[in-house]
T-cell receptor, first 113, second 119 residues
Framework: DTGVSQNPRHKITKRGQNVTFRCDPI?????LYWYRQTLGQGPEFLTY????????KSRLLSDRFSAERPKGSFSTLEIQRTEQGDSAMYLC???????????FGPGTRLTVL | AQKVTQAQTEISVVEKEDVTLDCVYE???????LFWYKQPPSGELVFLIR??????QNEISGRYSWNFQKSTSSFNFTITASQVVDSAVYFC????????????????FGTGTQLKVEL
């Protein structure tokens, strides 16, 4: 059972640029979640999918953020016109709909200069 | 709204000491799940345990044990005979169970407790 994978692991970008992150969940999991974690804080929920349907989005997810899961497998999170406040660790997790345990990937650390 | 409070920001112990990490939660729902995750310096969150709101039995797994008390809305985590490898940030989290979508809802995390185990 391979775990959740995320790419890239690190991303440094300049303010105003667009960035895209990818998450590959555990293969039999149909739930996929995105969280953001800043230094010294716990992860905060951004959005989640069941298969390809995006079921909930947090108010933290501004218009500059968009997430997709086109075929119900991997997901992408795009941030447009990045701001310094977007600097954080972006975590992806997956789980089965019938259980409530979410398994996390290693995260993508974004630094906006 | 859900809330998880981990009042201990940082705890330092000497190896082989027992240590308890506190977690207090708030929720209006009667059906919910509680979790503990470990985040070592590498950054990946590692699942430790899940408890549902109807199961107040304490659980022991090796050196780890968990005490769930609904009366005080607490879900505390004890490490017995701590080891240097236990050094990490530990997060408590809460998930409400959605009867319509079959569970698997978002997690609300506490701010974490940094545990340092020294020789």
């Amino acid at each position: 059972d391979t775990g959740v994978s995320q790419n890239p692991r690190h991303k440094i970008t300049k303010r105003g640029q667009n960035v895209t992150f990818r998450c590959d969940p555990i293969s039999e999991h149909n739930r996929l979640y995105w969280y953001r974690q800043t230094l010294g804080q716990g992860p905060e929920f951004l959005t989640y999918f069941q298969n390809e349907a995006q079921l909930e989005k947090s108010r933290l997810l501004s218009d500059r953020f968009s997430a997709e899961r086109p075929k119900g497998s991997f997901s992408t999170l795009e941030i447009q016109r990045t701001e310094q406040g977007d600097s954080a660790m972006y975590l992806c997790a997956s789980g089965r709909a019938s259980t409530d345990t979410q398994y996390f990937g290693p995260g993508t650390r974004l630094t906006v200069l | 709204a859900q809330k998880v409070t981990q009042a201990q920001t940082e705890i330092s112990v000497v190896e082989k000491e027992d240590v308890t990490l506190d977690c207090v939660y708030e929720t209006r729902d009667t059906t919910y799940y509680l979790f503990w995750y470990k985040q070592p310096p590498s950054g990946e969150l590692v699942f430790l345990i899940r408890r549902n709101s109807f199961d107040e039995q304490n659980e022991i797994s090796g050196r780890y044990s968990w005490n769930f008390q609904k009366s005080t809305s607490s879900f505390n985590f004890t490490i017995t005979a701590s080891q240097v490898v236990d050094s990490a940030v530990y997060f408590c989290a809460l998930s409400e169970s959605n009867l319509y979508t079959g569970g698997g809802n978002k997690l609300t995390f506490g701010t974490g407790t940094q545990l340092k185990v020294e020789l």
